[in-house]
């Protein structure tokens, strides 16, 4: 029987723009459901020149209980928080966000989870491996950390923004010294894992983030994007043998920790 939506009904969110290619909202309302949870989850896309008014006006939404954030607006999520966690207060950026009990809200950044248990579950270790990062904004952030906190020997960043590439080094090299630096091209070779973390392959004729001719079958890539599902950067990188995960992968890896997350059950 299909659930029923009533004015009782808890409502949470998942926001960005744009919003068609993200799961979570038919993820998270299976998940509500067979939690037995009175709670729907409904994407939201909202314009660049809106987002600040929207995040001001959904403090006076008393039944919104949780945010899931996505592109571009994950560093404007942590701005609205009074508490966020460690992880999230190191890198000024969340993905989900929970109503307190006081009607503020609580941030926390789980798309390094997500990302590095895609590679574990491939079989891939992380620990003492050498790894680039492409793309520093908000999940290229986590990622970056939670690789640095599985144990990785080195990591590399690039993005097209150099400015922002050298923010993230340095503020992963506050907790990992010595092992974190910037690269102005991204170049695979020397790298065991590829973490790309931008946008590039969500549109047709987007160009490639890497030169997949210099991929070898001692390499893992892993893409945070989930539409299309094999995005021609995953579909080269397994025809040169690489071991791989993709962005829907991540985000099963990462589903139930949101969820209790949200739900207040972490």
């Not at 919003?19 to 009175?38: A, L």
Request: charged share 20%; aromatic share 4%; glycine share 10%.
């Amino acid at each position: 029987m299909p659930h029923e939506i009533t004015g009782k009904t808890r409502v949470f969110m998942t926001v960005g723009n744009p919003i068609s290619q993200v799961k979570s909202p038919g993820d998270i309302t299976q998940c509500f459901r067979d939690r037995n949870v009175d709670a729907v989850h409904i994407p939201l896309e909202v314009s660049r020149d809106g987002i600040d008014e929207f995040l001001i006006a959904i403090n006076k939404c008393t039944n919104v209980d949780g945010l899931v954030i996505t592109i571009p607006y994950k560093f404007k999520g942590a701005k609205i928080c009074s508490t966020l966690s460690p992880r999230a207060t190191l890198l000024g950026t969340t993905n989900i966000l929970r109503r307190k009990k006081d009607g503020s809200w609580h941030g926390d950044m789980t798309d390094g989870i997500g990302f590095c248990k895609a590679i574990e579950q491939t079989g891939t270790k992380i620990q003492d491996r050498t790894a680039l990062l492409i793309g520093a904004g908000g999940a290229g952030s986590a990622i970056g950390l939670s690789l640095l906190d599985r144990g990785l020997s080195a990591l590399s960043i690039f993005d097209i923004d150099q400015d922002r590439a050298s923010k993230l080094a340095g503020l992963l090299q506050t907790k990992y010294p010595g092992i974190v630096d910037t690269v102005t091209t991204p170049q695979p070779a020397g790298s065991e894992i590829i973490a790309h973390a931008s946008p590039t392959g969500m549109k047709k004729g987007d160009p490639l983030p890497v030169d997949v001719t210099t991929l070898d079958d001692s390499m893992h890539v892993g893409d945070v994007v989930t539409e299309p599902t094999l995005t021609p950067l995953i579909q080269f990188a397994k025809k040169r043998g690489c071991s791989v995960h993709t962005g829907i992968q991540m985000w099963k890896e990462q589903q139930d920790v949101i969820v209790d997350f949200l739900l207040n059950q972490d």
